[in-house]
């Protein structure tokens, strides 16, 4: 690889390896032609295997294979970078590529094992009895299904995401996905950070931490911790909170630099006309810092929330703060057509 810097270690190319759902299979047939194919691979030890028809053209594959496959994480646009030159245009991707022999598998527990880590990957929620060649169910199934592979001798990553840039230019990529903020964009903004972090730009950096605008399983835990005996989240669970969390629309959280999250926002819009700001939230040894203010004001600058024609909240005890942003109460703000307000409650 020509540029060290961004080989990545062979834990993380077999990482990638097992979460890709397609990776494309180069092998040759019998006449020396090459067949490609997209192929759902399923790593077991040091195999990587497949599973298809006895019959059809890559079914006679033997010998040397190659095994690829990527990820994207952002596309860059030029103008990300420099406003005249096309030339900075270009991809943040992480890639693999693993080398073998192929061959076909015909040792029985090990076709079981593939065909059901196979179903775990592509069907996690089960709904399925599990795959065993000796039950009725399932002997003809597994006989009709060809299982081949080869053993990893070699496999090598790459990850290309800003890292042998300079600062400057990797700070000028994340101000240009956060004010774009397609979908992938905000997890492309906190992955291109840890690799780079000189590059975090300062709307993004806090006196008591730094901000992330993509939430994790992890992240919407600790929001829900935080929201743990809030008036308005009493009969919510942990696990409700979370999975709101996950699903919002905006989501900006502040970290300490131990790795605590000190408070966090929400919201849920359709990113035009409606939205809906939730679960506002400071850790209460760090109230009155100014940190409420500081989430309030880079949630209202989140792509998903910046353009939205009306936002609604609701506050019991927090109206004054709430005006500093422009939320008024509904009959200061009423609609150009007469309307009732409508509710379904579950």
């Known amino acids: 690889m020509r540029k060290k810097l961004r080989k990545t270690d062979e834990a993380r190319a077999y990482a990638l390896l097992e979460r890709l759902d397609v990776a494309y299979l180069a092998a040759q047939d019998p006449s020396g032609g090459m067949v490609v194919r997209a192929l759902h691979p399923v790593i077991q030890g ?13 079914s006679s594959c033997r010998g040397p294979a190659i ?9 860059i646009p030029s103008y990300f970078v420099d406003p005249e030159l096309a030339c900075p245009a270009t991809t943040y991707y992480e890639s693999v590529e693993a080398r073998g022999q192929l061959e076909d598998i015909e040792d029985v527990a090990l076709k079981d094992a593939m065909l059901e880590a196979l179903m775990r990957k592509y069907q996690p929620e089960a709904g399925y009895l599990p795959i065993d060649s000796r039950t009725k169910l399932y ?26 840039r ?12 956060f004010r774009r903020g397609a979908p992938g964009d905000l997890q492309a903004i906190e992955e ?16 008591f931490g730094e901000f992330c605008v993509a939430c994790t399983p992890e992240l919407a835990a600790a929001h829900a911790r935080l929201l743990e005996g809030a008036y308005w989240r009493k009969s919510s669970t ?51 810092k100014g940190i409420g203010t500081a989430l309030m004001q880079l949630l209202l600058e989140h792509p998903a929330v910046r353009e939205v024609k009306r936002l609604r909240l609701g506050t019991a005890d927090q109206t004054a703060f ?15 057509f007469p309307s009732t307000e409508m509710v379904l409650a579950r």
């Open 166 to 177: 300079p600062a400057e230019r990797v700070e000028k990529v994340i101000r240009g996905l």
């Open 322 to 336: 709430y005006r500093r942003f422009g939320f008024k109460a509904p009959a200061e703000t009423p609609l150009p």
């Open 67 to 75: 095994l690829t496959g990527h990820r994207t994480i952002a596309e």
């Open 192 to 207: 291109v950070l840890s690799w780079s972090p000189a590059a975090r730009p300062d709307f993004l950096r806090h006196s």
């Open 238 to 288: 942990p696990d409700e909170i979370a999975r709101a969390a996950l699903a919002s629309s905006a989501w900006v959280g502040l970290m300490s630099a131990e790795g605590d999250l000190l408070g966090a926002a929400r919201a849920t819009t359709d990113k035009v006309w409606a939205g809906m700001v939730s679960d506002v939230i400071v850790h209460p040894n760090y109230r009155g």
């Open 139 to 164: 002997a003809k199934q597994v006989r009709a299904t060809r299982i081949f592979g080869f053993r990893i001798e070699k496999i090598t990553g790459k990850l290309s995401a800003g890292q042998d």
């Open 46 to 58: 040091d195999w990587v295997l497949f599973h298809g028809a006895h019959a059809g053209e890559k």
